[in-house]
């Protein structure tokens, strides 16, 4: 690689700050500047690991103005790190414009293995996790029907992201899509103090949170036909 045309790409916690590696420490802290969604987010992982880098804002309102910008920075020699506010950059958060716009210029890709929220919740479904396919959250409007349709026809496990406020409808539309009986894992708050998994029947799962208030991060895994 040449050190002087390299975007590293720094998965951070998705809840527990103790889930970040000594090799994504040293990145961030070897970095002229770091692209992150929210600076006030990304500011408590630096203060704890004592990272003095500064920070930058890149998310999805302003990445398409900026990019060009960072992309020559890199060019001109800059270590330059992106994180987001949770996960892995590009995966259901900004990233791939500036990974697709670096590769256009030559520049080398370093994406370090890390925190996702997809693969504890699948493996914790206790559904089948050697295939599976990942769809993200799905659109609240347009497309949303024929995605679900889809849905309905995979065979293989299917992972979901979804917010605390749209699951319950997320849920019983899955119920007239692919019946009641389809069984599915909810992992909520994965590796936080209230970390939770509900696993069964769509129709159970609905019964259990049907009067309840629904907070933080939600991963659906529904299993395939």
């Not at 929210?38 to 880098?53: F, G, M």
């Not at 026809?153 to 406020?165: A, G, L, N």
């Not at 894992?185 to 103090?193: G, L, N, Q, T």
Request: aromatic fraction near 4%.
């Amino acid at each position: 690689m040449n050190d002087n045309k390299i975007l590293n790409i720094v998965p951070t916690p998705i809840g527990n700050l103790d889930d970040i590696t000594f090799r994504a420490i040293e990145t961030l802290k070897n970095s002229d500047y770091i692209l992150c969604e929210d600076t006030r987010v990304s500011k408590k992982l630096l203060l704890k690991y004592n990272v003095d880098v500064p920070l930058v804002s890149f998310h999805s309102f302003n990445e398409h103005k900026t990019v060009g910008k960072h992309i020559n920075q890199i060019l001109s020699g800059k270590q330059i790190s992106l994180i987001s506010d949770a996960g892995t950059p590009s995966i259901s958060d900004p990233g791939f414009l500036i990974v697709r716009e670096s590769i256009k210029n030559g520049i080398e890709i370093n994406c370090l293995p890390g925190p996702t929220a997809l693969i504890p919740a699948l493996v914790n479904s206790g559904l089948s996790s050697e295939r599976f396919v990942f769809e993200g959250f799905l659109p609240s409007k347009k497309g949303r029907n024929k995605r679900l349709k889809n849905i309905g026809e995979e065979t293989r496990s299917i992972v979901v992201y979804e917010s605390p406020k749209r699951l319950l409808r997320l849920l019983r539309e899955l119920k007239e899509v692919l019946g009641e009986g389809r069984r599915v894992s909810i992992s909520r708050e994965i590796s936080k103090v209230f970390q939770e998994n509900l696993r069964g029947t769509i129709a159970e799962i609905i019964s259990q949170l049907d009067d309840k208030i629904i907070k933080g991060e939600i991963v659906v895994i529904i299993d395939g036909k």
